[in-house]
């Protein structure tokens, strides 16, 4: 872990907040385990009691299932580190959204328009419009997660909110086929580091098998390079208070989860990302 953080430090040295509930911005407001805590390290662990536990197979961090090619809702770099590796799949899925986008901008440039566009209902944490690609300071910017737009198990989708359109289904369809089209794929063993940018690279996972007492256990944090970060579209920041995760106030208490918490002390949320 020592390794760990003094590699962070000269890649993307400023560390956001997340939380064990799930609660990533102004979480730590909503623990119950203290007003002003907060934790940077999430622990995205499989193992063999899965199936004990349904709660953690609907449980994105938790699943054997694939995940989609998907951006995790803020984060500028995204840093993992493999505490150990699944017996056969959970490999790292990557894709880059500047291929992507350049495909689209040949193929349908329509989709362009359609992703860029302020109407996507998404609901995570709760209900919001906003685009999903944006042009800010010279860069591309891909921010979209399907469970927020099609929902999950985890996180069924009330029908009281809109649903997305047949046109943005299309074109979020698009976009996954595309990052299929142009995914890298390597699987990260025990002591492994990967590092990578959450504003320019879509991400997925395949399926896991961890086998009777095994696991598949990574560690994440999310970090930012002050000197190198890219500016984060102010529809993207409002609506994910990605900023504000990285300040930490004065009279907050940071705590490291150095190894995974009980979920008895800090349940599995209902809606987690
Ligand atoms: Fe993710």
New binding site residues.
């Given amino acids: 872990m020592v390794i760990f953080l003094g590699i962070q430090s000269f890649i993307a040295e400023t560390r956001a907040r997340q939380d064990e509930k799930g609660n990533m911005i102004g979480g730590y407001k909503h623990t119950k385990v203290s007003s002003n805590l907060i934790a940077f390290i999430v622990h995205i662990l499989t193992d063999d009691t899965v199936p004990l536990n349904p709660m953690k197979e609907y449980h994105?961090r938790h699943s054997k299932s694939p995940?989609p090619f998907?951006?995790?809702e803020f984060g500028d770099i995204?840093a993992f580190q493999t505490r150990s590796a699944a017996i056969r799949g959970g490999n790292c899925i990557l894709s880059p959204v500047y291929t992507i986008y350049n495909e689209l901008v040949v193929s349908r440039p329509d989709v362009i328009w359609t992703l860029s566009e302020p109407d996507w209902p998404l609901h995570l944490p709760h209900y919001h419009q906003r685009a999903l690609l944006f042009y800010e300071d010279s860069h591309i910017i891909f921010n979209a997660?399907p469970n927020a737009l099609l929902g999950s198990k985890a996180h069924p989708r009330p029908t009281t909110i809109p649903s997305i359109s047949p046109r943005q289904l299309e074109a979020l369809t698009l976009v996954q086929g595309l990052a299929e089209k142009h995914k890298i794929s390597f699987s990260a063993q025990k002591g492994d580091m990967h590092f990578f940018n959450?504003l320019a690279l879509v991400?997925?996972?395949d399926a896991t098998e961890v086998g009777p007492g095994g696991k598949r256990h990574l560690v994440?944090m999310y970090l930012r390079n002050e000197g190198m970060a890219w500016k984060i579209p102010m529809m993207l920041n409002t609506t994910t208070g990605w900023e504000e995760a990285y300040r930490q106030g004065e009279d907050v208490e940071q705590v490291w989860h150095i190894e995974p918490m009980p979920d008895v002390f800090l349940p599995l949320i209902r809606k987690p990302?």
């Fill in positions: 994105t995940i998907h951006t995790d995204l997660a959450n991400h997925r996972r994440r990302n």
